[in-house]
Nanobody, 124 residues
Framework: VQFVESGGDLVQVGGSLRLSCVASGFAFDDEAIGWFRQAPGKEREGVSCIVSSDGTTFYSDSVKGRFTISSDDAKNTVYLQMNSLKPEDTATYYC??????????????????WGQGTRVTVSS
């Protein structure tokens, strides 16, 4: 199982970015794939998740209404469209396979390793 994240960049407040996560080593259409982020000095947090086979999605309160997660099963790729970016979105973003999308309750665990991450910097 391997993930390769890309799409991070330096962007101004209010701007947009689309992150990509290419998965290999498994067929993810029936799996929960999540986006996590870690800002300097802070713990890693789950911000979004998708199970493409049944349409389940999750968004943390901090990104709800601004970020959209989607997947392309044919490409084994999960995307995170980020709009209306804020300085507090600055972080390294990672994707991971998880046991569920129940990030708000903490009723999940990560399956496998992290990717290398992609850096997002939002300047004010």
């Amino acid at each position: 199982v391997q993930f390769v994240e890309s799409g991070g960049d330096l962007v101004q407040v209010g701007g947009s970015l689309r992150l990509s996560c290419v998965a290999s080593g498994f067929a993810f259409d029936d799996e929960a794939i999540g986006w996590f982020r870690q800002a300097p000095g802070k713990e890693r947090e789950g911000v979004s998740c998708i199970v493409s086979s049944d349409g389940t999605t999750f968004y943390s309160d901090s990104v709800k209404g601004r970020f959209t997660i989607s997947s392309d099963d044919a490409k084994n790729t999960v995307y995170l469209q980020m709009n209306s970016l804020k300085p507090e979105d600055t972080a390294t973003y990672y994707c991971a396979r998880t046991s569920s999308c129940l990030y708000d309750s903490g009723d999940y665990f990560r399956v496998g390793s992290w990717g290398q991450g992609t850096r997002v910097t939002v300047s004010s």
